[in-house]
């Protein structure tokens, strides 16, 4: 998949937006914005409407569930992969039930990030 992606990157940790920003950038995407709270992230996808979103699932104000589910109520087509940690197997199914398209485990790979980028693109993209 060679197709470059604008990207919103959702993380209340700076170290993981600027993780995920690096490995989004060296596999060929643009990170168009960054959210640190659900709120944040609904009010920047309506602001720059990225190709993709990475949201987290546990963030102050509302988690990245319940933001996955206000994104999609407006975007229906919104592709959004969870960023997760391990142990949160029980919140994953439910995003994947909210909508989310996807997801990885962190610590982040690049392998696993690629990977999950090209099944989600490839399977829903317009």
């Known amino acids: 998949m060679n197709q470059s992606l604008k990207v919103l990157v959702v993380d209340d940790s700076m170290i993981t937006i600027k993780k995920l920003e690096k490995l989004l950038v060296d596999i060929g995407h643009?990170?168009?914005?960054?959210?640190k709270t659900g709120l944040e992230a609904i009010t920047h996808y309506e602001e720059c409407t990225p190709d993709l979103v990475t949201m987290d699932i546990t963030m102050p104000d509302m988690d990245g569930i319940e933001a996955t589910k206000r994104i999609l109520a407006?975007?229906?087509?919104?592709?959004?992969?969870?960023?997760?940690?391990h142990g949160q197997e029980n919140m994953v199914m439910d995003a994947i039930d909210a909508g989310a398209k996807g997801y990885v485990l962190k610590p982040i790979r690049i392998e696993?990030?690629?990977?999950?980028?090209?099944?989600?693109i490839t399977r829903y993209s317009k």
């Open 112 to 120: 696993k990030l690629t990977d999950t980028i090209d099944k989600v």
């Open 74 to 85: 407006k975007d229906p087509d919104a592709l959004i992969i969870m960023v997760t940690s």
């Open 30 to 35: 643009e990170v168009i914005q960054r959210s």
